[in-house]
């Protein structure tokens, strides 16, 4: 439900600035924002998923995919807190 709600935002931002550099101009300053709630939905994804290291929590193949999915996350996450701090560079430029 996460994942859908924060897609339907995304790709509804998308849809509307494809109307041109009127809309554009006007949809710049909910940029930050969809970047923000992107990041908090990995932050809450490799959070989540870090449930499986828990002792009584399944066996290796659990323990594997927590580990990918914390790392692939992290990652994820930190390209995104990238690209959000560009926001506050080109506003200083």
């Avoid at 994942?3 to 041109?20: K, P, R």
């Avoid at 809450?44 to 990918?68: H, Q």
Wanted: glycine letters at 6%; a positive charge.
């Amino acid at each position: 439900m996460l994942n859908c709600s924060v897609h339907v935002i995304m790709y509804l931002y998308y849809f509307l600035s494809t109307f041109g550099p009127n809309m554009q101009r006007r949809l710049l300053p909910f940029k930050k924002y969809l970047t923000l709630i992107q990041m908090g939905h990995i932050a809450f994804i490799f959070t989540y998923s870090l449930r499986g290291i828990a002792p009584n929590c399944g066996d290796e193949t659990v323990k594997y995919f927590t580990l990918i999915t914390f790392l692939n996350g992290s990652i994820n996450f930190l390209c995104f807190l990238n690209f959000y701090k560009s926001y506050k560079k080109a506003k200083t430029a």
